[in-house]
């Protein structure tokens, strides 16, 4: 809001920070699920999409009802559980002119739709790919999921005895060529991490470890507020730098960051802390989950990522046209095509 008159402050495109929200949430109070909502607000708000050019797939569970309280302009699936992926693939082919966004959790993405997950980050499906990661099921009263941590106990689940799911290391084995790990008690990382995921070419994935304020706020449990804010590794201090604007670096000492360019000139620029890290290396990335495993450290920051990958889009060679904009004509072959096919089959 401009305080000088009133008037709210309008992006590029003419748009408010209000024309991005959606309704109020129903979850509860304190929920991780609320602060990822709001840091997708002022993402899309800053990188001044239209939300009518953005479309929102989800599944089942609390975190398939996050679509409701942001881009209430924008067209919006909620599907089946663990089947978002699919949903994602049909809608994003017939027009590729649209920015996916999904939302998905732990049970959603790593139990019952883990299959979908892994062949729609192998085939590197252009969008954006939330996991709101709590470790429990939330809609059914707090039961394990599987990414809850083993050895964690429940007053009405018992000893989780199951090694959990890294989803992180999941998308990395699966040539995912864009990897981020954020946790929601860290908003300014969550949106910066949010702006380069919407400015990458290709499947994007955020793993936000958001605590279930009900059932899975417990101290021991990587998953609550306490254990995130007291265990966080951040690999760097992360800035999102769209394409055409100026870059400022001035107050970064000279050898102490790193310049990842984006396809449309973007840049996502790390400053260093203790670490000297490369995002761009897949098996340095590997290796560092496995060190964050073994030491029960929650990593957050930009994994990895691959802006030179083709995407399934390329493979296609998908006109400019979207397929749902096309006649019947335009989309079927030519009759003299058939029966050339045709002849050379019989």
Request: charged fraction near 20%.
């Given at each position: 809001?401009?305080?000088?008159?009133?008037?709210?402050?309008?992006?590029?495109v003419?748009l408010?920070?209000?024309?991005?929200?959606?309704?109020?949430?129903?979850?509860?109070?304190?929920?991780?699920?609320?602060?990822?909502?709001?840091?997708?607000?002022?993402?899309?708000?800053e990188m001044?999409?239209?939300?009518?050019?953005?479309?929102?797939?989800?599944?089942?569970?609390?975190?398939?009802?996050?679509?409701?309280?942001?881009?209430?302009?924008?067209?919006?699936?909620?599907?089946?559980?663990?089947?978002?992926?699919?949903?994602?693939?049909?809608?994003?082919?017939?027009?590729?002119?649209?920015?996916?966004?999904?939302?998905?959790?732990?049970?959603?993405?790593?139990?019952?739709?883990?299959g979908?997950?892994?062949h729609?980050?192998?085939?590197?499906?252009?969008?954006v790919?939330?996991?709101?990661?709590?470790?429990?099921?939330?809609?059914?009263?707090?039961?394990?999921?599987?990414?809850?941590?083993?050895?964690?106990s429940?007053?009405?689940?018992?000893?989780?005895?199951?090694?959990?799911?890294?989803?992180?290391?999941?998308?990395?084995?699966?040539?995912?060529?864009?990897?981020?790990?954020?946790?929601?008690?860290?908003?300014?990382?969550?949106?910066?991490?949010?702006k380069?995921?919407?400015?990458?070419?290709?499947?994007?994935?955020?793993?936000?470890?958001?605590?279930?304020?009900?059932?899975?706020?417990?101290?021991?449990?990587?998953?609550?507020?306490?254990?995130?804010?007291?265990?966080?590794?951040?690999?760097?201090?992360?800035?999102?730098?769209?394409?055409?604007?100026?870059?400022?670096?001035?107050?970064?000492?000279?050898?102490?960051?790193?310049?990842?360019?984006?396809?449309?000139?973007s840049?996502?620029?790390?400053?260093?802390?203790?670490?000297?890290?490369?995002?761009?290396?897949?098996?340095?990335?590997?290796?560092?989950?496995?060190?964050?495993?073994?030491?029960?450290?929650?990593?957050?920051?930009?994994?990895?990522?691959?802006?030179?990958?083709?995407?399934?889009?390329?493979?296609?060679?998908?006109?400019?046209?979207?397929?749902?904009?096309?006649?019947?004509?335009?989309?079927?072959?030519?009759?003299?095509?058939?029966?050339?096919?045709?002849?050379?089959?019989?």
């Open positions: 809001m401009d305080q000088s008159n009133g008037t709210p402050n309008l992006n590029k003419g408010s920070r209000n024309d991005y929200r959606g309704t109020s949430s129903t979850l509860c109070q304190g929920c991780g699920h609320n602060g990822i909502a709001a840091q997708i607000v002022a993402a899309c708000y001044n999409l239209l939300p009518e050019k953005v479309v929102k797939f989800s599944g089942i569970g609390c975190s398939s009802k996050s679509p409701t309280y942001f881009l209430g302009r924008s067209f919006s699936f909620n599907g089946l559980h663990g089947r978002m992926p699919s949903l994602a693939l049909g809608a994003l082919f017939a027009d590729h002119t649209l920015k996916g966004i999904g939302l998905s959790g732990d049970g959603d993405s790593a139990s019952i739709g883990l979908q997950f892994k729609l980050v192998r085939r590197n499906l252009p969008m790919y939330i996991v709101e990661n709590n470790g429990v099921y939330g809609l059914t009263k707090g039961q394990f999921s599987a990414t809850a941590d083993r050895g964690l429940m007053k009405k689940q018992g000893t989780n005895p199951y090694t959990p799911v890294d989803i992180a290391m999941e998308a990395l084995v699966s040539n995912a060529t864009f990897v981020a790990r954020s946790f929601a008690g860290d908003p300014h990382q969550v949106r910066e991490l949010l380069a995921a919407i400015a990458h070419n290709g499947i994007a994935v955020l793993d936000i470890i958001s605590p279930c304020v009900t059932f899975g706020n417990h101290e021991e449990s990587v998953h609550s507020y306490s254990y995130g804010k007291e265990h966080e590794e951040p690999l760097h201090e992360i800035s999102f730098v769209p394409a055409r604007d100026e870059i400022t670096v001035e107050d970064f000492e000279e050898g102490t960051t790193r310049d990842v360019t984006l396809h449309d000139g840049q996502v620029i790390l400053k260093k802390l203790e670490k000297d890290y490369d995002p761009t290396n897949r098996w340095q990335a590997l290796h560092m989950l496995e060190d964050a495993q073994e030491n029960n450290w929650l990593v957050t920051g930009l994994i990895f990522v691959d802006p030179e990958a083709p995407t399934m889009f390329d493979w296609y060679n998908m006109p400019d046209m979207p397929l749902n904009r096309m006649t019947e004509k335009q989309l079927r072959p030519a009759p003299e095509t058939l029966q050339k096919i045709n002849s050379l089959m019989f």
